[in-house]
């Protein structure tokens, strides 16, 4: 219950005052809730750092930290302002590159599988997309309450952006894409247990399977995307190629025995773009938990 009513705090704060007091605001807290109660973080997202970046120094990694926690109050304040977004303030604060590329890949009529990252503002990019009229939807982890699984929804929803739960996402997600919609998925972290096992950032580490299980049995298009948070606090979304990644056939029982080689080649392609967007914009990637157990 108290983290609905900070968030509930949090967010009339932000509706109601200046954008720049309320990122500084929030950093202010941040800062003090790191200092104070949040050894166990710093530990992790300094620990992550140092395996990303094994060359920095002490001190660069510490900056690098510091901005992340930064920019992470500041990614909580723009969610909490998803009510005031509109196409008009899209066009003022959001340079959007590429997006052609989901028209190209909608017009197969087979869907499209979004992959991106906890990296910079992934909620803001999925609204994005559905206040410019594109059929999408996230899958989410639910939260344990369900007061904040409803906050959380509700700012997703009321601006276009539909939610999937994690627990009983694949048959959502296969009939959404049969029905041409875009289903966004953040593949940096595997919520289920029953992911596998790969290089990320350099080291083995468990990662989701969900793209490549939908791209096998749709043959929805992948496509990257990530919004970025610019140095003045504009945004960029970036828009990637589609990901070509499995070889066309016609015979159904030959593609199920590939299945498996399928998902580990698949797996592989897609973080590698992660990866790219991690090690180029560490201070925006958020992940609060010791990556690797080594």
């Known amino acids: 219950?108290?983290?609905?009513?900070?968030?509930?705090?949090?967010?009339?704060?932000?509706?109601?005052?200046?954008?720049?007091?309320?990122?500084?605001?929030?950093?202010?807290?941040?800062?003090?809730?790191?200092?104070?109660?949040?050894?166990?973080?710093?530990?992790?997202?300094?620990?992550?750092?140092?395996?990303?970046?094994?060359?920095?120094?002490?001190?660069?990694?510490?900056?690098?930290?510091?901005?992340?926690?930064?920019?992470?109050?500041?990614?909580?304040?723009?969610?909490?302002?998803f009510p005031l977004l509109n196409k008009e303030v899209i066009k003022r604060t959001i340079d959007i590159k590429n997006i052609g590329y989901f028209d190209e890949a909608l017009s197969k009529g087979k869907g499209v599988i979004l992959i991106t990252a906890h990296l910079g503002n992934w909620e803001l990019g999925g609204v994005l997309l559905g206040l410019l009229g594109y059929p999408i939807l996230a899958v989410a982890l639910p939260h344990k309450h369900k007061k904040v699984d409803d906050f959380f929804n509700t700012q997703r929803k009321n601006k276009g952006m539909g939610v999937i739960p994690l627990g009983r996402a694949l048959p959502q997600c296969i009939r959404r894409l049969n029905n041409n919609e875009i289903i966004a998925l953040v593949i940096d972290r595997d919520f289920t247990d029953k992911g596998l096992l790969l290089e990320f950032l350099g080291r083995k580490t468990i990662i989701p399977l969900g793209a490549a299980v939908l791209g096998l049995k749709t043959d929805a298009t992948i496509v990257p995307a990530f919004l970025l948070r610019n140095p003045d606090d504009t945004f960029t979304f970036v828009v990637e190629k589609p990901v070509e990644t499995f070889q066309p056939t016609t015979d159904t029982g030959a593609r199920k025995k590939l299945s498996n080689e399928y998902l580990m080649s698949a797996m592989a392609r897609y973080i590698t773009i992660v990866e790219e967007y991690i090690k180029k914009y560490p201070e925006q990637w958020f992940m609060f938990r010791q990556y690797w157990k080594d």
Do not use: W
């Not at 309320?22 to 790191?34: C, D, G, K, V, W």
């Open 1 to 81: 219950m108290i983290d609905y009513i900070l968030y509930q705090i949090g967010q009339f704060l932000a509706l109601h005052l200046p954008l720049r007091f309320s990122y500084a605001i929030a950093i202010f807290f941040s800062s003090l809730r790191a200092n104070l109660f949040g050894s166990k973080d710093r530990k992790a997202v300094t620990g992550n750092l140092k395996a990303i970046f094994p060359e920095k120094s002490p001190g660069e990694i510490e900056k690098i930290r510091r901005c992340m926690f930064s920019n992470f109050a500041k990614y909580l304040v723009d969610f909490f302002r």
